[in-house]
């Protein structure tokens, strides 16, 4: 939801990256910021309307992105999406940092813009396997954001790092970073972010990505 420069940008990269895309706004002169070559669906209408989401196909979705210039219409539209949809990946970015916070706390990812960039946005929409927040100079070290499966949500995070053979560094939870302990538990909407060998990244990712197993 919005065709401005986020909202253009971070569908033509859905788009190349595979994905079908259907991008809402209620100016239609907005959609002249697409790439001529874009093939997604453009769909004039309020972004928290429900015939105009069902327009857009959002009974089929798998993410939502809202990143009009409102922060009221984008955190309306993601918990509609989310509430009555019954999307789960949905990502609203939000001008106001306190707002974001009480955002954060509904269950609902959000991203100040004063820190926004698309992969932020993808990070949040299209939670699978990895991606990379720093290397060490020579490259064998990594710190990096995994998206764990669900079934790992209420196991400590010494079970994390013993079966996958990683370091937690650090987790975002609620919109804040916090330094775990070895029984700290894993809570729904935890973003992990892990220390590993990056030769072992395949390993880890398949392992983390997948649920526990029980012994």
Known sequence: MGCGRAGATLAQILEDQGHS?????????????LDSEFTGKRVTG???????LQQAGIDEAYGFAAVSDGDNSNIIAARVVRETFGVSNVVARIYDPGRAEIYQRLGIPTVATVRWTADQVLRRLLPAG??????DSSGKVALTQVHLH????GRPIHA????ADVRVAFLTRLGEGIVPGPD???????LVHV???AEAAPAVERILTSPPVVV
Do not use: K, S
């Open 195 to 197: 220390l590993m060998l």
């Open 46 to 52: 309020i972004g928290f309307d429900r015939e105009t």
């Open 21 to 33: 895309v259907a991008i809402i706004d209620q100016n239609p002169d907005a959609f002249r910021r």
């Open 150 to 153: 669900a079934a790992w949500i």
């Open 130 to 135: 990895m991606t990379d927040d720093y290397r």
């Open 184 to 190: 700290t538990v894993l809570q729904e909407h935890d």
């Open 160 to 163: 994390i790092e013993e079966a």
